[in-house]
């Protein structure tokens, strides 16, 4: 038979040595952890802690692990956590009164769905769990597992979603709940349709993770070609953005102080395009240990692709710049992070939020500075107007995509690891020189 027991999931190690607290499900040997946040409504409540401040269930507690004194909300903490290893005893005793085998998927399930006010709910195919709350529980999943850019994304959709349908069910999202929603998108909050589209594939995603969780019927499933389709309802292609070479070369003229927000944001962008489009992401996270013997190693965040380039003199000029002006805690090469201030996941990626919107900012400052005050310059342009350059030098379209969207960017890496070692660095010289 299967046991349940409070406990701190130390398999796995969050931010300032704090573990999840969870509840751990066995049956004949088999663990799974089940995190407590993401079985509650209220996300505010943050079940994690330290060793220090977390007293192991004993036999006598029947697997109730709890929160110490030293742990200031502990009262209220160790109500919830009885809570929940009382609902679990209680849907295990349900099955072996109703002889109903136990496995693993079954049991999440009925945790996350029945809650002792709500008294059992026999068919998982009729989710009284509202979308705003699934939204949590997965929000609260991706926030322990550090995934803090994707919880920003959901984070951003549940409070759209909760404008638009505050009391919506999980069970709404029909193929008409999906038109209206695009509807709304797009005629109240103006949205074009690429911001839709990835509202709308967010929104999917979710779904998909309720069927697989048994809280959304499958058989109900809204998207696909013939229901709700993205791809034929709405076009998602990004914009071509790249500007012509002569450009980059008044950018790259500018004499601006050094240490400047100015010079800053100038820097950042040409580092983005000399080391063939990196993102702004991964430029905020590269470490000086990421670059040894003159090689540019990183994994790109948002694809897990990975990066091998060589340092070139103009890459060099820049990091060089920085390595002789800044010391980062952290190992950082650029002033954008800092370990002492930045100490969590989220704090992270909230301040590369922020510096990203400052250099943004900045480039639109720079682009009127180069007498083109209609440029759109971002730090995005530089990585497609790397890919564009390198076509118009004479690589291959087999090689180089015309755009670095989403859909495209690990393929486009793929391609530039084909050529001959020394020949894209060739055409690199021609662009790069300009």
């Keep these: 038979m299967a046991t349940v027991a ?18 751990r ?3 004949n040997r ?4 089940i995190s407590i946040s993401s079985l509650l409504v209220n996300q505010t409540l943050r ?9 192991p269930g004993k036999e006598e507690d029947e697997g109730l692990g709890r929160f110490s004194k030293t742990f200031k909300p502990y009262k209220e903490y160790n109500s919830i956590l009885r809570e929940k290893l009382s609902l679990a005893h209680s849907i295990l005793k349900r099955y072996d009164e109703k002889n109903i085998e136990f496995d693993f998927e079954t049991f999440e399930s009925d945790i996350r769905l029945k809650q002792p006010a709500q008294g059992w709910v026999e068919s998982p195919k009729q989710s009284i ?9 997965q929000i609260a999943i991706l926030e322990e597992q550090q995934r803090e850019g994707t919880a920003g994304l959901y984070r951003e959709n549940r409070s759209i979603l909760k404008k638009y349908k505050p009391d919506a069910l999980l069970s709404d999202v029909n193929f008409r709940f999906l ?10 909050r103006k949205n074009k349709d690429t911001s839709i589209s990835v509202k709308m594939r967010n929104l999917q995603r979710v779904i998909n993770q309720a069927i697989e969780d048994k809280l959304f019927n499958k058989d109900d499933y809204p998207f696909g070609e013939k229901k709700y389709s993205v791809n034929r309802r709405l076009d998602h292609s990004t914009k071509k953005i790249a500007i012509k070479l002569d450009k980059i070369s008044k950018l790259k003229e500018l004499e601006l102080d050094p240490g400047t927000s100015l010079h800053f944001a100038q820097q950042i962008f040409l580092f983005s395009y000399y080391t063939r489009g990196m993102n702004f992401i991964d430029i905020t996270f590269l470490k000086w240990t990421d670059l040894p013997d003159l090689t540019l190693n990183y994994t790109r965040k948002k694809t897990r692709g990975k990066f091998e380039i060589p340092v070139n003199e103009y890459m060099l000029r820049i990091l060089t710049y920085f390595k002789d002006n800044y010391v980062v805690p952290g190992g950082y090469v650029f002033p954008i992070l800092d370990d002492t201030i930045h100490i969590t996941s989220k704090q992270k990626y909230t301040r590369k939020k922020t510096a990203l919107k400052a250099v943004n900012d900045n480039l639109k400052k720079l682009a009127k500075q180069i007498g083109e005050p209609t440029l759109k310059l971002t730090t ?3 990585r ?19 755009a670095l969207g989403h859909a495209t960017e690990f393929q486009t890496q793929t391609y530039l690891a084909e050529f001959e070692k020394g020949e894209i660095e060739s055409w690199e010289q021609k662009i790069f020189q300009s």
């Design 380 to 382: 995005n342009v530089g």
């Design 25 to 27: 499900v066995t049956q």
């Design 6 to 23: 409070i406990v701190l999931n130390t398999t796995k190690k969050l931010a300032n040595n704090e573990y999840s607290v969870a509840l």
């Design 30 to 33: 088999e663990k799974r952890y």
């Design 129 to 137: 769990i509202s979308i705003f709350d699934y939204y949590s529980q």
């Design 179 to 188: 038109e209206g929603f695009e509807y709304w998108l797009r005629n109240v």
């Design 47 to 55: 079940f994690r802690c330290a060793k220090d401040h977390w007293l």
């Design 384 to 402: 497609h107007t790397y890919a564009t350059g390198l076509k118009r030098s004479g690589a291959s379209t087999g090689y180089i995509t015309e």
